[in-house]
């Protein structure tokens, strides 16, 4: 006959073995064998068994934990612990360790882990970049330029294209442009080069286009016209005659001169601003007709070829 004094949940009832806390004896992720796509959500899974009371379950990316995204659920009696997280991968998560931590606090240095190593496929993340040795602000024409096309991504790209002024560019080595790989080479470049490149490129998860890089290329003056201007001017008439040209830096000085067929004399009643120089001249005898001669100087070189204006009598 049971004693009045012992109820029937009196713990001196339950088998010994069973009232200490035992630590997990298991924990397994159950993630998917195919690599994640980046900005979609997945579930993965991690199951522990085997603890009492039961375990608790945390995620861990890289040795931070994940705070939020999981819900827990346990069955079997409190045995069988699932933990789902609810992921949305990056490209900076591929390559990393997503571990699950099963632990009973009630148990010390119980806990115990599995890990799994995340693969993320993404389109490509490029940027564009002058070669290291070079700077954008000192390229000088005649020099050798080397762009470079960096790349992140998984899987490889299929192809690299580049694009000049949003036209595609092509390799031409007797043009002195070679594509090799990620790099643009313009070899001997000219101010022709000057503008807007870019580099494409594409894998199964997408086609990704880099940012703009504008190409500046430093060169001595050229005359902006190529034809020259005719004059007619009359004896004792005053006419001011314009001189541009196209430089960079754009800071130019310059000198005139007349050619009469006999002799070629300097001139001195000009004045200039940045790339423009105007000057003011009179024709006061038959000598003082022919080509106005006008030459640009930065501190990249002189102008090969003057800017020409004919002088002619008028009428």
Not at 183 to 200: A, D, K, M
Request: proline residues 6%; aromatic residues 8%.
């Amino acid at each position: 006959m049971k004693p009045n004094n012992v109820q029937s949940n009196d713990t001196r009832l339950i088998p010994m073995f069973l009232q200490f806390p035992v630590r997990p004896l298991e924990v397994k992720i159950a993630a998917p064998h195919y690599p994640l796509n980046a900005g979609s959500r997945k579930q993965i899974i991690c199951e522990t068994t085997g603890s009492r009371p039961r375990a608790l379950l945390s995620w861990w990316l890289d040795g931070k934990k994940i705070g939020a995204g999981t819900t827990d659920t346990v069955s079997d009696g409190g045995n069988l612990t699932v933990s789902t997280l609810h992921l949305v991968p990056t490209p900076n998560d591929d390559g990393k360790i997503l571990s699950c931590r099963a632990e009973n606090p009630a148990v010390p240095n119980s806990a115990i882990e599995d890990e799994w190593t995340i693969r993320v496929h993404y389109a490509p993340i490029i940027s564009l970049a002058l070669g290291a040795s070079i700077s954008i602000s000192n390229i000088k024409e005649g020099s050798d330029v080397y762009l470079e096309c960096n790349i992140r991504a998984n899987p490889w790209v299929n192809d690299v294209t580049w694009q000049f002024e949003d036209h595609y560019v092509s390799s031409n080595k007797s043009a002195g442009v070679i594509i090799s790989n990620q790099t643009l080479v313009l070899q001997s470049v000219r101010r022709e080069h000057r503008g807007r490149y870019r580099c494409l490129a594409g894998n199964s998860e997408g086609q990704s286009v880099s940012d703009y890089l504008h190409l500046l290329v430093q060169y001595a003056p050229v005359c902006k016209l190529s034809d020259p201007k005719v004059y007619g001017v009359a004896r004792t008439e005053v006419v001011n005659v314009t001189c541009e040209v196209e430089a960079d830096p754009p800071d130019v000085n310059f000198r005139w001169a007349l050619n009469n067929t006999l002799e070629v004399v300097n001139l001195q009643n000009w004045w200039s601003e940045g790339s423009r120089s105007v000057l003011s001249y009179t024709p006061r005898t038959l000598a003082g007709y022919g080509l106005l001669l006008c030459w640009g100087n930065n501190v990249i070189g002189g102008q090969r070829d003057p800017c020409v204006a004919k002088i002619i009598p008028a009428g």
